[in-house]
């Protein structure tokens, strides 16, 4: 009887531990919880220079694979106002005042979101039961059970949120600007909390940008 | 689908093997990487071994082992300079290894017992080792190929004198050529010990 018991011990041990070690992947709540933020520079760029700048008020740009839409507007969404309004506020901050883009800006702000429309199919065959498995379970024609496959189709949106700061003051004799700052934030679509996340990954993109400002 | 796999390879390989000098075994592997321990050093408790080994000498077996093991580790959110910018993240850091090997044992026994069998032994093989590093929906990905080497010393004890099965306790080092250059690993190497389940007949 004992060894009856630490042979049904042994086998749950092995079978949960078995359990465990097939081929696990991050728990996807906690890999969306913030975004990427990755930030670039013109280390020629002297951003104690620029004084003004100009910037959108509620449209930011889009580029999709999936849609002719080249902009995001407010009021269709409350996405564009509540990015442009964390810019603007850390632009602000760092001493560089807002004016419209015909009062001669020392910098322009572009903001975008780059689109990727993803889908993939599979074809399932259901087995004996009509659950999905990988194979067939039975031979139609010689008397077992046959369930068609067919197909699942998914599909999945991935994006990224560009902010780019161009260099009007110093434009090319034939109008040519530089970006002399960019951020790239990202995830967009998979998000906790779209509009939380995103405003934080803009304040997490001039925090770790210190040469931005006039001091 | 293969834990369920090798769980029935090894119930019917325990009924086929029956009065046979051999044994298999299905075990457990707790496992702490030894090499580039800055990218993962947290202990490993998602892993397995399987393996069948016949006796060729009253005292000496070989056979054939396989395993797979999870390595992760958590790196929480920090800023990267690089220089001309930054990126900010956490890092999620994972190794999906696994492996097989060819392996010779010599027991440490007299002839007359037949309960508790202890044992050195080296296993000479190839692991293929996955090194991705995930964040956010990303992700970036390395395999490679190494030769392994994994010396080895346990203890093999049945459950009763007539009966097949016991259990098998076994601590090993693997060290393997794997390399990763992406991930800054110029070989791979843990120190694991095993325990599991082991069918055995003389």
């Known amino acids: 009887m004992i060894m009856r018991r630490i042979c049904y011990l042994c086998a749950v041990t092995i079978s949960a531990g078995l359990f465990l070690a097939c081929q696990t992947e991050p728990d996807s709540a906690e890999l969306i919880d913030q975004m990427v933020v990755s930030t670039n520079y013109d280390p020629e760029a002297d951003f104690t220079a620029y004084t003004t700048y100009a910037i959108p008020s509620d449209t930011i740009g889009f580029r999709s694979n999936n849609s002719s839409d080249t902009i995001i507007t407010s009021p269709e969404s409350t996405f564009p106002r509540h990015v442009l309004s964390a810019i603007r506020n850390n632009l602000e901050a760092r001493g560089y005042t807002r004016v419209d883009r015909n009062q001669d800006p020392d910098l322009g702000v572009n903001v975008m979101v780059v689109n990727d429309f993803n889908v993939f199919q599979e074809i399932v065959y259901p087995n004996y039961y009509g659950y999905p498995g990988n194979y067939y379970s039975g031979y139609y024609g010689y008397g077992s059970y046959y369930y068609y496959p067919y197909v699942n189709t998914y599909a999945y949106n991935t994006g990224v949120l560009i902010i780019e700061v161009l260099d009007l003051r110093n434009r090319t004799a034939d109008n040519k600007v530089r970006v002399v700052w960019d951020a790239y934030l990202g995830d967009v679509y998979s998000t906790i909390d779209r509009l939380a996340q995103s405003a934080d990954g803009i304040d997490q993109a001039f925090t770790q940008s210190p040469y931005l400002g006039k001091q | ?202």
Request: proline share 3%; aromatic share 18%; hydrophobic share 35%.
């Open chain 2, 1 to 202: 689908m293969i834990r369920y796999t090798l769980l029935l390879i090894f119930l019917c390989s325990s009924a086929l093997l029956r009065g046979q000098e051999k044994y298999i075994y299905l075990n457990l592997d707790v496992n702490k990487p030894m090499s580039n321990t800055a990218w993962i050093e947290d202990i490993s408790f998602s892993a397995g071994k399987l393996g069948y080994r016949g006796f060729i000498r009253p005292n000496f077996s070989a056979g054939l082992d396989v395993g797979w093991a999870n390595f992760d580790q958590y790196e929480p959110t920090s800023t990267k300079q690089n220089p001309t910018g930054a990126i900010t993240t956490d890092y999620f850091h994972y190794i999906y290894s696994y492996s097989a090997v060819v392996s010779g044992q010599y027991y440490f026994k007299d002839e007359d017992e037949d309960r508790f069998f202890p044992y050195a032994g080296m296993g000479l093989g190839a692991n293929t080792n996955e090194y991705v590093l995930y964040y956010n929906i990303y992700e970036d990905t390395e395999r490679s190929w190494g030769f392994l080497a994994r010396p080895e010393v346990g203890v093999l004890f049945r459950f009763t004198e007539r009966g097949s099965l016991g259990i098998m306790a076994a601590v090993h080092y693997d060290y393997s050529t794997n390399k990763s250059e992406k991930f800054a690993y110029s070989n791979f190497s843990a120190l694991g010990f095993q325990i599991g389940l082991m069918s055995m007949s003389f």
